[in-house]
Structure formats: structure tokens, C-alpha cells
């Protein structure tokens, strides 16, 4: 029996598709997998006949599409978030292939929503889009050409999350399970860390150690330190009180 709850948990975020098309062979590959949460960010043409055509019998999973305008709304409740490229980024990130992706997804996804982001055909997910993840995502590929279609993109993360849910007990779940499974605290979610970061950026400002006319990468370093320890919302209620006492004691 595959693990249905975790499956469902798993959201596949689209941002500004341009070929609706791929959005309905994405239904496809997701329903295939047992996938069910699809949410669209802007899409360029959003509804469309193109859709429905290539989404086979996966029509109630684009009927249910969740259509926002930002990444930040199609993000706002999940505990764990993916980001997928195509090429390698200025700044490294933690960055893994679909199957040992897909040891995490299933796990934290008996916990919380997970969102796997996808970019635009044309370009990709930009640097602050990806700058919001936990990792990224990388499907191994010819080095002649790393660019897969999206929906295809789409249906070999998903086959990976079925094959890692299915195969309960595989030895690489049980070496990989990470330390979620007996943590005592709910990990923060997404807007709670987009909120945090707004709060540290502003009082690094304050207290003059940023300078807003010259920030170099001091965001993205922190935000990739912080993702990459996956706060629960007590440490960040915490470091939360200690940057507003900081603004207080900063001011006086
Ligand atoms: N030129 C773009 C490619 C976009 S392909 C770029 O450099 O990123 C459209 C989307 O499909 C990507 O944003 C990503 O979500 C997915 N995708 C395509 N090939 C991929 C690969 N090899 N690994 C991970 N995701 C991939």
C-alpha cells in the first residue's frame, strides 16, 4: 500500500507557465503518481482548453488547481519547501537528485504540506525564488542538454516520491529519516520564516550592520543558514523576541 497521506501532502507549485499545456500534462503525471495538490502562480493563460486536453482523466486535479498570485501565497502553510533547476546557481544551495529528494519529501510530508516548485519553461525560477527553499532539486542529464520539459520534469520527481512511498522500509528510508518524525515542536512554515527574514533584514539595517545601498549576499547566506537548520516554530518564536528586544534596546 503506498503511503496515500504523504502522496496527498506533496503540492506541485507552477510558477508563470506560459504553455498551458504543460499545466494539464502535469495533472496527468501527478495523478498518475497519486499526487493531488496542484497550485498554479500567475500562469500566463489560465483557464484554457490546452489544459484540459492533456490532462487525460486527471481533470479533477486542474479543476482543484489553487491559482495565486504569488509564490508566497502558494507557499504560505507549507512546513518544507523544494526548489528544482536546471543548472547550478551563484550560491550553492543543498541540492540533491529526485530520489534522495524524495527519502525527505515522504517523511516531512507525514508532518506538513510540501511544495516542489517548478519555473517557467523559458527561464527557470529566479535566484529569490529559490533563495525560499529548503533545497533544490536536480534531475541528472546529459551535460548537452539539462532542460526537460516541465511536465516531464514534474513526472520524474513525482514517480520518485510514489516509488519512495510505496516501497515503506526501503533501506534508504530508514537511514534518511532525519529527526522530524520524534521532534517535539511543529516546524515553522513558510510565511513564518518570510516573516522572520523581514524582521532580520530590517533590524541588520537598523543596527547598521547591512547596508541597504550595498547589501551583497548577506541575505541569501542567512537565509540559506537558516533553511538549511529547518527551524521549528519555538526557535523562531524565540529568535523572533530576540531581534524585537534588539529593535527595542537598538532605538533607546
Ligand atoms: N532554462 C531554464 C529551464 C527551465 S525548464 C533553467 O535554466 O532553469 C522548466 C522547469 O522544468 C524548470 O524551472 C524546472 O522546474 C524543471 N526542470 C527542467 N529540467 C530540470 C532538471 N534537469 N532538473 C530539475 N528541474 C528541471
Known sequence: MANQTALENIRIVLVNTTHPGNIGAAARAMKNMGLKKLYL??????PAEEAV??????????????????????????????????????????????RETSVKVIEEAAHHDVAIVFGRE?????????????????????DEYSSLNLAQAVQVVAYECRM?????GLPSMKEN????????????????ME???????????DIEFLDPKLPKQTMTRLRRLFNRQRLDEMELAMLRGILRNVDRLSKK
Request: hydrophobic share 40%; with cysteine; net charge negative.
Open 122 to 142: 523559458d527561464r527557470g525560477l529566479t535566484n529569490e525564488e529559490l533563495q525560499k527553499c529548503h533545497l533544490h532539486l536536480n534531475i541528472p542529464t546529459s
Open 53 to 98: 486536453w492533456r490532462s487525460g482523466h486527471a481533470l479533477d486535479v486542474l479543476d482543484n488547481a489553487v491559482v495565486t498570485e504569488t509564490l508566497d501565497e502558494a507557499l504560505e502553510d507549507v512546513g518544507f519547501v523544494i526548489g528544482t533547476s536546471a543548472r547550478e546557481r551563484a550560491i550553492p544551495w543543498p541540492l540533491l537528485n529526485p
Open 41 to 46: 502562480v500567475k500562469p500566463k493563460i489560465w
Open 195 to 205: 516573516h522572520f527574514y523581514t524582521h532580520l533584514e530590517q533590524v541588520l539595517i
Open 177 to 192: 529519516t532525519g529527526d522530524r518524525r520524534e521532534w517535539d515542536v511543529k516546524a515553522a512554515n513558510s510565511a513564518g
Open 164 to 168: 519512495t512511498a510505496v516501497g515503506d
